[in-house]
């Protein structure tokens, strides 16, 4: 059973309410209330602890139009190859990817998992819903693994798209080059949002995520500690996990 600092509500400490997948109380995490309660605190200049709405909306657009060129990138291969089950295939994987694979095997373990309501309130899955309970303990190594090998996946079959109709257009460029021509735009702008999302996902992100356990997570141990000491829960569940901050 989690032991919380202060309980303004005992009510919201029963088991059954902690149960419900969607539960959020500020005693879980103090990123759930991080507009009330952080004035004693400058952490988030190191901790990603709170996004701001042009942050969100910034990463969201870029987020967006990234697997939309993806698409795109199927869309032309789709008219070349006379064959569209590539595109709706990993449109498919896309929604199932950020609807049900990423928040139940990372996003889950995030404090932006307490934060009040039914959807996900985080820069990274904005709306996503939360289908799973939070759990404050550190993400399981096959979890990891699991995200590890889908998010190669979903990264890696648009190369493997771009790199297949590249071959069948250099092979035989059938007239008109319109779709060819549009492969070639969506390759180049792909791989201009692809550098632009790597560099602010690991330049900035994964250095401040407060997801710690997460496989591409690089907060230093130092302010993982300071974070720790604000979110007891948390801290608890971590230490009985086996998080030893002198040996991570």
């Not at 309980?7 to 419900?20: A, G, H």
């Not at 990993?90 to 990423?102: D, K, N, R």
């Not at 939360?130 to 699991?146: A, C, G, M, Q, T």
Request: glycine share 6%.
């Amino acid at each position: 059973m989690l032991n919380h600092e202060h309980t303004e509500n005992p009510s919201k400490n029963t088991p059954s309410t902690l149960d419900r997948p969607h539960f959020q109380s500020s005693v879980q995490s103090c990123v759930a209330t991080a507009d009330m309660e952080c004035e004693d605190c400058n952490l988030d200049k190191d901790i990603l602890c709170k996004f701001t709405k042009r942050e969100t909306i910034i990463f969201i657009i870029g987020n967006i139009c990234y697997r939309l060129n993806a698409l795109a990138i199927f869309y032309f291969i789709g008219f070349m190859l006379n064959t569209w089950w590539m595109m709706w295939a990993y449109g498919l994987f896309i929604a199932i990817t950020f609807f049900v694979i990423e928040p139940g095997l990372i996003c889950c373990h995030c404090p932006f998992y307490t934060k009040e309501g039914k959807f996900l309130k985080c820069g990274g899955l904005w709306g996503m819903p939360k289908l799973w309970k939070y759990h404050p303990e550190p993400i399981k190594k096959w979890n990891k693994i699991v995200m590890l090998v889908v998010g190669i996946i979903f990264e890696g079959i648009p190369l493997l798209g771009i790199i297949g109709g590249l071959y069948f257009f250099l092979r035989d460029p059938p007239p008109p080059l319109f779709y060819e021509i549009g492969l070639l735009i969506t390759t180049i702008v792909f791989i201009g949002l692809a550098y632009y999302h790597l560099k602010v996902l690991l330049g900035d992100h994964c250095k401040r995520c407060p997801n710690f356990s997460c496989p591409l997570n690089k907060v230093p141990t130092h302010y993982v500690q300071l974070f720790f000491k604000k979110n007891k829960v948390m801290r608890e569940a971590w230490e009985e996990a086996g998080w030893n901050p002198e040996t991570d």
